[in-house]
């Protein structure tokens, strides 16, 4: 009820002369006062203030986005392994023999990689140097194609002239220094993932506990249940994804020995990594393998482009539902909207962790959130 007005001090109603204070549904305010009894200045203040802070931390938070994304994925990775690791632990091994048994696995699985991808890249890059004398020799004959190539565009001409002047030196001496840096860049960035996952794997249960430090005492078994829940649903999101991900080098690799595509053993790891990658891995690396189809031949890139389509299909309604089922049970249309939602803020990095974070925010929904609506 809205309290009574005061009364006048016996002046009339029509005579009241303009009150130092002002009504405001029941609630008395000083004039030049806002909300609360605070001057307009102080909320302006306040405002004004808050803002600042704001856009203080979206600068901060941009300048160092790239180190996010880098502890984003080492923890996602950690995550991921987690179940490995947890598995060993189970069978009377200790937490860091079991973290350096997982470590000493994935660098064999890297170097075998390696041993897969160098080799041929390596004879490639021998191939092209023995080959260009040849090509040299056949720029100065008129009579190859390669020579009426060079009579028509006097391509030496003209790279001999940007030689002379400066220009092709500096920019080739400038993409070698960014070469240089993009290799630093990446090595320093392995190194950055590879110590905060080893550090995260080692001491997962402890940080789990520190979280759970800000939960109320009597939430604190719910919100672990709920945490270990999300964890193993991730785990098993990666368990599920890594076998389509074989299937899918072992289907590249038994095409390529079919067909006569070269290299088939480092094209299906190749093809496997890529499909880590949700929605756009399988696309990304069917075309790589098929621009080395048509070293074979143009029906045999035809094939293999045609290869592929089918294989996407194939993953999509009939591999990636099944092995997913006993994984994860989201809806499509929330993994396709997640990865390409990640995919624009993180890039590689935020398709990977699309689907994981679609899961957890999946499971607090209906823990907390279902379960009370459903109920009231």
Same mark, same amino acid.
């Given at each position: 009820m809205?309290?009574?007005?005061?009364?006048?001090?016996? &002046?009339?109603?029509?005579?009241?002369?303009?009150?130092?204070?002002?009504?405001?549904?029941?609630?008395?305010?000083?004039?030049?006062?806002?909300?609360?009894?605070r001057?307009?200045?102080?909320?302006?203040?306040?405002?004004?203030?808050?803002?600042?802070?704001?856009?203080?931390?979206?600068?901060?938070?941009?300048?160092?986005g790239s180190?996010?994304?880098?502890?984003?994925?080492?923890?996602?990775?950690?995550?991921?392994?987690?179940?490995?690791?947890?598995?060993?632990?189970? *069978?009377?091994?200790?937490?860091?023999w079991?973290?350096?048994?997982?470590?000493?696995?994935?660098?064999?699985?890297?170097?075998g990689?390696?041993?897969?991808? /160098?080799?041929?890249?390596?004879?490639?890059?021998?191939?092209?140097?023995?080959?260009?004398p040849?090509?040299?020799?056949?720029? *100065?004959? *008129?009579n190859?194609?390669?020579?009426?190539?060079?009579?028509?565009?006097?391509?030496?001409?003209?790279?001999? &002239?940007?030689?002379?002047?400066?220009?092709?030196? @500096?920019?080739?001496?400038?993409?070698?220094?960014?070469?240089?840096?993009?290799?630093?860049?990446?090595?320093?960035?392995?190194?950055? /993932?590879?110590?905060?996952?080893?550090?995260?794997?080692?001491? =997962?249960?402890?940080?789990?506990?520190?979280?759970?430090?800000?939960?109320?005492?009597?939430?604190?078994?719910?919100?672990?249940?709920?945490?270990?829940?999300?964890?193993?649903? /991730?785990?098993?999101?990666?368990?599920?994804?890594?076998?389509?991900?074989?299937?899918?080098?072992?289907?590249t690799?038994?095409?390529?020995?079919a067909?006569?595509?070269?290299?088939?053993?480092?094209?299906?790891?190749?093809?496997?990594?890529?499909?880590?990658?949700?929605?756009?891995?399988?696309?990304?690396?069917?075309?790589?393998?098929?621009? +080395?189809a048509?070293?074979?031949?143009?029906?045999?890139?035809?094939?293999?482009?045609?290869?592929? +389509?089918?294989?996407?299909?194939?993953?999509?309604?009939?591999?990636?539902?099944?092995?997913?089922?006993?994984?994860?049970? +989201? *809806?499509? =249309?929330?993994?396709?909207?997640?990865?390409?939602?990640?995919?624009?803020?993180?890039?590689?990095?935020?398709?990977l962790?699309?689907?994981?974070?679609?899961?957890?925010?999946?499971?607090?929904?209906?823990?907390?959130?279902? @379960?009370?609506?459903?109920?009231?």
């Amino acid at each position: 009820m809205t309290p009574a007005r005061p009364e006048g001090d016996g &002046q009339g109603e029509g005579d009241r002369e303009p009150a130092q204070a002002s009504w405001d549904g029941g609630v008395r305010r000083r004039r030049g006062t806002g909300p609360g009894g605070r001057s307009w200045a102080a909320i302006g203040f306040g405002l004004g203030l808050g803002a600042t802070l704001a856009w203080l931390t979206v600068q901060t938070v941009l300048e160092v986005g790239s180190l996010l994304t880098l502890l984003l994925l080492a923890g996602f990775i950690a995550i991921a392994l987690e179940p490995v690791v947890a598995w060993l632990a189970r *069978h009377r091994m200790r937490r860091s023999w079991a973290v350096a048994v997982v470590l000493v696995l994935l660098v064999a699985l890297f170097g075998g990689f390696l041993a897969l991808v /160098v080799p041929p890249v390596a004879d490639e890059v021998n191939a092209l140097v023995k080959a260009a004398p040849g090509w040299l020799r056949a720029l *100065h004959n *008129h009579n190859s194609a390669l020579g009426r190539f060079e009579d028509r565009y006097h391509v030496l001409a003209k790279i001999k &002239q940007q030689f002379s002047s400066g220009g092709a030196a @500096s920019g080739l001496a400038g993409g070698l220094l960014g070469a240089g840096k993009l290799v630093v860049g990446a090595v320093t960035s392995a190194v950055v /993932v590879l110590v905060v996952m080893v550090y995260v794997m080692v001491f =997962l249960p402890g940080l789990k506990r520190f979280g759970l430090r800000f939960v109320a005492a009597s939430k604190r078994p719910h919100v672990q249940d709920v945490t270990d829940e999300i964890l193993n649903r /991730v785990g098993r999101y990666m368990l599920g994804n890594v076998v389509t991900s074989v299937i899918a080098g072992l289907a590249t690799f038994l095409w390529c020995v079919a067909t006569g595509v070269p290299y088939p053993a480092a094209l299906g790891v190749f093809i496997a990594l890529m499909d880590l990658i949700p929605i756009v891995g399988t696309t990304i690396g069917g075309f790589v393998v098929s621009l +080395v189809a048509l070293s074979v031949s143009l029906p045999i890139g035809l094939a293999t482009a045609g290869f592929y +389509v089918g294989f996407r299909v194939a993953e999509d309604y009939l591999i990636v539902p099944r092995v997913m089922r006993f994984a994860v049970d +989201v *809806h499509p =249309l929330v993994t396709v909207v997640g990865v390409l939602i990640g995919g624009a803020l993180l890039g590689i990095v935020g398709a990977l962790v699309a689907i994981p974070t679609a899961v957890a925010i999946d499971l607090v929904l209906e823990e907390h959130f279902f @379960s009370r609506t459903d109920t009231s």
